[in-house]
């Protein structure tokens, strides 16, 4: 004990002091931009602020409002919406993609690259270009479906699909990231499982459910949380692909169909200026996400985090 | 062994001659298939950016000729690049780029010291920055906006953050809070722990102190690690949108992601010149992917998903 300390007196690390510094500047940025921000969200959600006056305290004035906005049940209905949309065909989706190339064969390499590609590229981008696909005139979707003989959408122009239509571009969007999740959970099953199922007279369908799909779940529940803790957070797709130009930036889409919670949000503060508001929204979320978070932790444990 | 244990699974495996070449068949199909999908709203995009307004009203589904441009014409991106999107790129270049360098020095720096020295508190505060991973952007981003605005001696402001527009529409405001990197630090104390201790010790016999450790022992074995960290936060700073768009008001400081949101905007259903924008956003980021796409996987297999 005594010895070991010595040890790392004599060395340069006296008492953990090196530590401290190595790791000091990183815990400083962390505290101060991510830290304290959760605490002044809290503190704000308490108070009426517009950034002009001081902030107000108004106690539970904001939450309350939350029931009263008739807007916010609609985010949130339209959120879970998203959600529930996107992340149980995208993992599906996201799955098969990795089964698919989980072998060596020739060409792979080309195939998993092509497939990353969409993770690469910006929401902004993306959102733009499927803008133009989804037109209804002249867009390439459009134009498809009636060349074979479907009826046109109007695809984002009306409430019916404008929330899909942001699905479907979304799980587009996401499939390659959540493959290679996928794919290095494939890679860590001993291939011998495999061999004694087949010894055992099981087909490829048997091989996937009873030796594949159970030895996934752990990864099948992170990219689940994960997906699902992104897919509230959706803004950007709203933003670019709903919003009309001249009209007030506010507008959730046909009917509010795609308006969010974040899309609600980011109005309420930087449209309104209503700090405060926008503050205990932001707490709410962040409640809800760490509550998903804190399950996420329990059922994987703490060691596949590190 | 080897023999009698290998012979049943290859008999078992080889079911005929015909049908591997069918199941190869039908894989490379739907690979391709899959495959199309996912580029080929790039490669419209790519085309549609040549093609002038009357390229596009003339397009036809029965028609290939006219999935080309008539003729490759570079119109649409000489006007893009008019409409301020040279300054919106180099903004976004030298934005990523810093940030891209902090995130270096900040997870490598922090990396090591929770992969490799002892100091009281280590584990908790190696929890704490995991779980600030769990932290989505969106609910700290009011409080930001506050906090940036507020920020002492800065924009006019007094030392009590009042007066001015502290940071808001800076580079500073850009940059400094996107420095916090708890995935940098989680992938580099990863690669850090996979070092032989050995290393580190010779290097302790010698009387070296611990930053020189981690400079000259540390570091240059760093390679693959580093890597990993800068093209992954080059592409998430560069692709990033929504703390641009609320902290710039000025078209001088506007971020590449920022301007093409804004020209949407403007351009509702100028579709080639919007396309060249998309591209001139996108293609830098497709490129980076192309050239290093193996440390993209190498990174998500770094910070491992232990299944």
């Known amino acids: 004990m005594v010895k070991a300390r010595r040890r790392r007196g004599r060395f340069g690390n006296r008492g953990g002091l090196a530590g401290y510094f190595f790791v000091g500047p990183s815990l400083i940025f962390l505290a101060v931009f991510v830290i304290l921000p959760i605490m002044a969200a809290l503190y704000y959600s308490f108070t009426f602020y517009d950034l002009m006056s001081e902030p107000r305290f108004v106690g539970f004035d904001n939450y309350a409002k939350l029931f009263d906005d008739l807007r916010y049940p609609r985010a949130v209905t339209n959120t879970l919406y998203f959600a529930f949309g996107t992340v149980p065909a995208g993992v599906i989706t996201s799955l098969g993609l990795a089964v698919l190339i989980n072998r060596s064969i020739r060409g792979i390499y080309t195939f998993r690259a092509l497939f ?5 590229s910006s929401f902004v981008a ?9 037109e209804p005139q002249f867009g390439l979707l459009n134009t498809t479906f009636e060349a074979i003989g479907l009826p046109r959408l109007k695809w984002l122009r009306t409430a019916n699909t404008a929330m899909l239509s942001i699905i479907i571009l979304s799980i587009w969007k996401n499939m390659g990231l959540n493959m290679v999740i996928y794919l290095a959970g494939l890679q860590g099953i001993p291939p011998h499982l495999y061999e004694a199922a087949e010894i055992d007279g099981a087909g490829g369908w048997q091989r996937f459910w009873r030796v594949t799909f159970p030895l996934l779940a752990p990864t099948t529940f992170f990219v689940v949380i994960v997906y699902f803790i992104g897919a509230l957070q959706m803004f950007v797709q709203v933003w670019i692909m709903t919003t009309q130009a001249g009209n007030n930036a506010l507008t959730g889409g046909p009917l509010d169909s795609t308006i969010t919670v974040v899309v609600l949000l980011y109005s309420n503060a930087f449209e309104y200026l209503k700090m405060g508001y926008a503050a205990a929204m932001s707490f709410v979320l962040f409640m809800i996400i760490g509550l998903i978070t804190i399950i996420n932790v329990k059922v994987l444990g703490y060691d596949s985090f590190s | 062994m080897a023999v009698a244990r290998t012979e049943p699974v290859s008999t078992l495996r080889s079911e005929g001659r015909t049908w591997p070449i069918i199941r190869r068949t039908i894989l490379y199909v739907s690979m391709s298939t899959i495959g199309f999908i996912a580029v080929f709203p790039f490669l419209w995009s790519f085309l549609g950016s040549f093609k002038t307004s009357e390229d596009l009203f003339d397009f036809a589904i029965n028609n290939p000729s006219t999935y080309l441009p008539v003729v490759w ?3 649409n991106y000489t ?3 008019a409409l301020n999107f040279g300054r919106f790129f180099l903004n976004s270049a030298f934005v990523s780029a810093s940030i891209t360098l902090a995130h270096l020095i900040l997870a490598s720096t922090a990396g090591y010291a929770f992969a490799r020295l002892e100091f009281r508190g280590r584990d908790v505060l190696f929890i704490a920055v995991i779980a600030t991973l769990m932290v989505p952007f969106q609910v700290t981003m009011v409080p930001l906006f506050i906090m940036i605005k507020n920020f002492p001696f800065f924009g006019g402001n007094n030392w009590q953050g009042a007066g001015g527009f502290g940071m808001v529409n800076t580079y500073w405001g850009l940059i400094i809070p ?10 580099l104390r990863q690669f850090f722990q996979t070092l032989p201790k050995e290393l580190e010790d010779a290097a302790r016999i010698d009387g070296a102190s611990e930053f020189r450790i981690y400079w000259n022992v540390m570091l240059p074995l760093s390679g693959a690690a580093l890597a990993v960290l800068t093209v992954f936060s080059f592409q998430f700073i560069w692709n990033d ?4 768009f609320i902290i710039t008001k000025s078209e001088e400081l506007k971020t590449i992601q920022v301007g093409l949101a804004n020209f949407r905007q403007e351009f509702t259903t100028d579709w080639g010149l919007l396309m060249a924008a998309t591209m001139v956003a996108t ?3 497709l490129f980076l992917f192309l050239m290093t796409q193996r440390y993209f996987v190498q990174g998500i297999a770094l910070s491992g998903i232990k299944g």
Request: glycine share 2%; no cysteine; hydrophobic share 60%.
């Open chain 1, 116 to 120: 990353y590609m969409p993770v690469v």
């Open chain 1, 126 to 134: 993306v959102s733009l270009i499927w803008l133009w696909m989804y």
């Open chain 2, 73 to 75: 014409k570079f119109d």
């Open chain 2, 79 to 81: 006007t893009v690049w």
């Open chain 2, 178 to 187: 996107m420095f916090p990197t708890a995935y940098g630090t989680f992938l």
């Open chain 2, 241 to 244: 949108f929504v703390w641009p």
């Open chain 2, 283 to 285: 293609l830098p980021v």
